[in-house]
């Protein structure tokens, strides 16, 4: 509770909230000098804010050198810590753990049954941004339909960048939302995650080959994929 009571104090102040939002969306570092121009604060003000964010856990802060000489960069980044704040208490985490371990327990069928499952909760995502977008598939453009990738993947949380050439499309991802099941079972939650993402980008293009090109968990900066869509 002592902890909670830190977390929802630190984040009452709506300037620290923003500024928390703004560094998990950044997908890097940022300075105290960065903040301090964004929200056009006194740079003091803006290293109290962020000693705060500190404090609890919410971030992380390394000195980094410039090679230029003079002092030290401090730069600071998401932390690794989950935050999750229930009332009543709630633990999703135990039961992820829990539903992940009888699934693999059950061999190469359980594992088969997660993998067709995770395809079709991100097949049953996109059709909820199909209902909202009044989607119908012959007259989309491509454009369109990687928007609605997109949306949906922002919705999900998994804070997405998407970059198009031709009919080729590069997905990055950079918030894991199974990242703390996955340390332990990591081929089998990320193959179900890829499964969700295929049945996301196979829902509005019904012709695509998706594959992975990075995984954070193998010590990259995102998880990333690259879809090639053929007509």
């Known amino acids: 509770m002592e902890e909670t009571l830190k977390i929802t104090n630190t984040l009452a102040d709506p300037t620290r909230y923003y500024i928390y939002q703004f560094i998990s969306n950044k997908h890097g570092t940022v300075s105290v000098q960065e903040i301090a121009d964004l929200f056009t604060i006194h740079p003091n003000v803006a290293r109290l804010h962020l000693s705060k964010l500190e404090d609890v856990n919410m971030i992380i802060s390394e000195t980094i050198k410039t090679g230029k000489g003079g ?10 810590t989950v935050i999750q704040l229930h009332f009543p208490y709630r633990n999703y985490q135990l039961l992820s753990d829990i539903a992940l371990e009888t ?3 059950l061999g190469v069928e359980g594992q088969k049954a997660l993998y067709i499952t995770g395809k079709r909760y991100g097949e049953r995502l996109m059709d909820e941004q199909k209902v909202k977008e009044g989607y119908m598939n012959e007259e989309q453009s491509f454009d369109h339909r990687v928007t609605m990738i997109i949306q949906a993947a922002q919705m999900s949380g998994l804070q997405p960048e998407f970059e198009v050439e031709g009919e080729k499309i590069l997905f990055q ?9 996955a340390k332990n079972h990591q081929e089998t939650v990320c ?8 049945g996301m980008f196979e829902s509005v293009f019904n012709n695509i080959e998706l594959r992975e090109l990075g995984n954070m968990l193998n010590g990259c900066s995102s998880c990333s994929y690259e879809a090639t869509y053929a007509k």
């Open 103 to 105: 699934m693999v327990s």
């Open 191 to 198: 193959q179900m995650h890829f499964e969700f993402l295929r």
């Open 71 to 80: 002092r030290p960069s401090r730069q600071y980044r998401m932390s690794d």
């Open 173 to 181: 991802m950079f918030n894991c939302p199974f990242k703390e099941t």
